[in-house]
């Protein structure tokens, strides 16, 4: 098993930035694919951002593409989202999940998913 466990969520105004963080523990060794999605009131869980461990093969939703940046420690076994310049629709739950095979955008590829971190930016 892996357990994933978020932090770094919050309130900010638009146009503010926001850093969250999801460590890792368990049998990491199994993961390879890395992914941040997040989930809004009413709406399905959507892609956000995904990379690997080394850090490559990183891909981003074309609504968050030069606002945020995905990396990965793979010494401390932790997973980073930068948010920059935040809008009020950036306003989600944030989730961090982990695949046992490579990355994907795709929410059904990943294997391990932490409780999510509130994003709430105000307008």
């Known amino acids: 098993q892996v357990q994933l466990v978020e932090s770094g969520g919050g309130l900010v105004q638009a146009g503010g930035s926001l850093r969250l963080s999801c460590a890792a523990s368990g049998r990491t060794f199994e993961t390879y694919g890395l992914g941040w999605f997040r989930q809004a009131p009413g709406k399905e869980r959507e892609f956000v951002a995904t990379t690997e461990w080394d850090g490559t093969y990183i891909v981003y939703a074309d609504s968050v593409k030069g606002r945020f940046t995905i990396s990965a420690d793979n010494a401390k076994k932790t997973v980073y989202l930068q948010m920059n310049i935040l809008k009020p629709d950036d306003t989600a739950v944030y989730f961090c999940?982990?695949?046992?095979?490579?990355?994907?955008?795709?929410?059904?590829?990943?294997?391990?998913w932490g409780q999510g971190t509130q994003v709430t930016v105000s307008s």
């Open positions: 999940a982990a695949s046992t095979s490579w990355q994907s955008s795709s929410p059904g590829a990943y294997n391990y």
